[in-house]
């Protein structure tokens, strides 16, 4: 497709199970963004790819996360053992640079999970 | 650490009239200021953005300002539309050390222009 793919759009699990969310990014474009969004909250940075590897994951909350990026293309986040405070929709952004040169980020619709 | 801050949680305007939107920053070493439109159910998309360089940018409705000496940067849409109805996030990026490419936003204003 034309744009950032994101799956699931949405996502209900309990408390304790694990959780997969993908994204896969605008054709050709080498940097790819995880962030996440809480109810009421601001955009909230995760962890960014460039290529297959990740420069900076400084924003994953705790070692429950984890995210891997394979053939330059399609990304997986993890959350482990998810708790209530994961809930929140997890934005997944490509660009063909680092920063899109400018900082214009192709952002997906987003994958809502809820943890009971 | 909130690097971008939107103070404002939401503004009200009449359609026709001028919306501001408000942010500020504390990283002196951020190269370009973007401005972000989210409606619900959706993505954030690119509106526009400004270079550290620079102290206004103008695309159509949309005007960008830049007060570097005061860490501030505005968001002027003139006449307001009620399209224009939306979140607006404000984010910054920088291309030196480790924060290399990665974009930080605010919380967010919530635009509603009435008809």
């Known amino acids: 497709g034309a744009g950032v793919s994101q799956s699931p759009s949405n996502k209900v699990t309990e408390k304790g199970k694990d959780v997969e969310l993908r994204c896969d990014p605008i054709?050709?474009?080498?940097?790819l963004y995880w962030y996440r969004q809480r109810l009421g909250q601001g955009l909230e940075f995760l962890i960014y790819?460039?290529?297959?590897?990740?420069?900076?994951k400084s924003g994953l909350p705790s070692d429950r996360f984890s995210a891997e990026r394979t053939g330059e293309s399609v990304s997986t986040l993890t959350i482990q053992r998810t708790q209530q405070e994961d809930s929140a929709v997890y934005l997944c952004a490509s660009s063909l640079a680092p920063g899109g040169n400018t900082g214009e980020l192709f952002f997906g619709e987003g994958s809502r999970l809820t943890v009971l | 650490d909130q690097q971008v801050k939107q103070n404002s949680p939401s503004l009200s305007v009449q359609e026709g009239r001028i919306s501001i939107l408000n942010c500020d920053y504390t990283?002196?070493?951020?190269?370009?200021f973007l401005w972000y439109k989210k409606y619900p159910a959706e993505g954030p998309t690119f509106l526009i953005s400004?270079?550290?360089?620079?102290d206004k940018n103008e695309d159509g409705r949309f005007t960008v300002f830049l007060n570097k000496s005061a860490k501030h940067l505005s968001l002027h849409i003139v006449p307001s539309q009620p399209g224009d109805s939306a979140v607006y996030f404000c984010?910054?990026?920088?291309?030196?050390?480790?924060?290399?490419?990665?974009?930080?936003f605010g919380q967010g204003t919530i635009l509603t222009v009435h008809p």
């Open positions: 790819f460039q290529g297959n590897s990740a420069p900076d």
């Open positions: 400004i270079s550290s360089i620079k």
């Open positions: 984010a910054a990026i920088g291309f030196g050390g480790t924060s290399y490419g990665k974009l930080t």
């Open positions: 054709s050709g474009h080498t940097a």
């Open positions: 990283n002196s070493m951020f190269d370009y």
